[in-house]
């Protein structure tokens, strides 16, 4: 049976088909700019590319192109499942969940804390449930990996009100991504998932470290929203909370400017004046830009103060884990943060380090030192394990 994994935004619709046992790939593609004029769809069916204008740039014609292709590939009644990424589950998920009505009202009752994303999120699961009406649909949440953190590591120092009565808490993203690559992690280092204390990185436009033991996030450095912890392409990261009220007064911006300029204006490019892009960057710097130099040092120090903060977090650290565009393909910022992190014993072997880009998964540690590994995420397989796991589950409770 072949489960289609939907990833929609605001302006986009990420999608694939997969086989779970196999992991075989048939049709992936990425819809974009839709709702505007320029709309248009990239598509892959069993390798072979090819572009498609959406002259509507309508979600339901993103959809229409896939149902096309699914025809074209002749397995459109054996699409059983449709898995959702869904940003913000809130303290309602903690596990991915077959979507009902009510669910799709809990999903819309998280539209406060994620008011980008999830609306485009219901958005996407309305019109996928018109285009396979057939299937079971299940969403799977960013957050709901991080619902094991305990009450001191979730908490904010703020009015107790504020989390009563708004949620005000930490939730943490990246979910999906930081649970895969600590399993393969464990299988990597040939030791029980449920005995290791690993700190995994993603690192991709955006960041985020996790502490995860024996398999749970119990700490992680996304918060309320993603825009807390690391510096990533265009998000700030944490800054100090005063900054808002002093840039108002100062620049005359109003809340919602100088909530759009942490996210859209600040990271890598706030810092470089250049780019957001990490692979441009490094060139940029290697040809003596400053503000490149500066962007990757300042990218490098947060983060490796942030995963030492991860060990603190667990009392004893087992390996350090790389994942995302960055850490999949930057050794030079894995060979940085490393050099930095030899306070909690890490030390890098360069030579495995440099082969490790690329799609090459594999550790990067000098031997006897902290182990340090290199992981590809897939979050597709990932929701797409996630949905039929649950739906067996189901099917099981139901027999
Ligand atoms: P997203 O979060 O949008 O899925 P990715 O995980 O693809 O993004 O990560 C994008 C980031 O990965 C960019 O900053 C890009 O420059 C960086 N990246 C990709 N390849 C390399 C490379 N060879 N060297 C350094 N950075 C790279």
Redesign the pocket.
């Known amino acids: 049976m072949w489960t289609l994994v939907l990833n929609c935004g605001s302006s986009s619709v990420k999608f694939a088909l997969l086989d779970v046992q196999g992991g075989q790939v048939r049709l992936s593609g990425l819809a974009e700019r839709l709702g505007s004029a320029g709309a248009s769809a990239r598509v892959e069916v069993d390798g072979a590319r090819r572009v498609v204008d959406l002259a509507g740039g309508s979600y339901a014609e993103a959809f229409a192109v896939i149902a096309g292709a699914l025809d074209e590939l002749g397995v459109r009644a054996q699409v059983g499942a449709v898995g959702h990424r869904v940003v913000h589950g809130g303290e309602r998920f903690s596990a991915p969940a077959l979507i009902t009505p009510e669910v799709l009202a809990e999903i819309r009752a998280c539209v406060p804390l994620a008011p980008l994303h999830n609306p485009a999120n219901i958005a996407g699961i309305e019109a996928a449930q018109a285009a396979f009406p057939d299937a079971a649909h299940v969403a799977v949440f960013d957050t709901a990996f991080h619902q094991s953190m305990p009450e001191v590591a979730f908490r904010y120092a703020v009015p107790g009100d504020w989390y009563r009565q708004h949620g005000v808490r930490r939730y943490g993203f990246h979910g999906t991504s930081h649970a895969f690559v600590a399993v393969r992690a464990a299988d990597l280092l040939g030791r029980p998932l449920s005995e290791l204390n690993l700190v995994t990185a993603?690192?991709?436009?955006?960041?985020s470290v996790c502490a995860v033991q024996g398999g749970r996030s119990v700490d992680t450095s996304m918060g309320l929203t993603p825009l807390e912890g690391l510096v990533m392409?265009t998000r700030s990261g944490d800054v100090d909370p005063g900054l808002h009220d002093y840039i108002a007064r100062q620049a005359g911006l109003s809340l919602s400017e100088i909530t759009a300029a942490l996210n859209r204006e600040s990271g890598?490019l706030g810092l470089s004046g250049l780019s957001?892009?990490?692979?441009?960057?490094?060139e940029a710097a290697g040809r003596g830009h400053a503000g490149a130099r500066l962007a990757l040092d300042v990218f490098v120090h947060r983060l490796a103060k942030q995963m030492a903060g991860m060990a603190a977090a667990m009392g004893r650290v087992d390996g350090l884990v790389f994942?995302?565009?960055?850490?999949?393909?930057?050794?030079?910022?894995r060979g940085a943060v490393l050099a930095r992190l030899a306070v909690l014993g890490a030390r890098v072997d360069e030579a495995a380090n440099a082969a490790a880009?690329?799609g090459q998964s594999g550790v990067i540690s000098a031997p006897g030192a902290l182990a340090a590994l290199v992981v590809n995420?897939n979050e597709e397989l990932m929701i797409a394990q996630q949905t039929q796991t649950l739906l067996a589950e189901q099917k099981g409770v139901q027999a």
């Not at 993603?202 to 960041?207: E, P």
């Not at 957001?276 to 490094?282: A, P, Y």
């Not at 994942?323 to 910022?333: H, R």
């Open positions: 993603h690192l991709g436009n955006g960041c392409g890598l957001n892009d990490m692979r441009e960057l490094e994942t995302g565009g960055i850490g999949e393909n930057s050794a030079w910022v880009v690329r995420t």
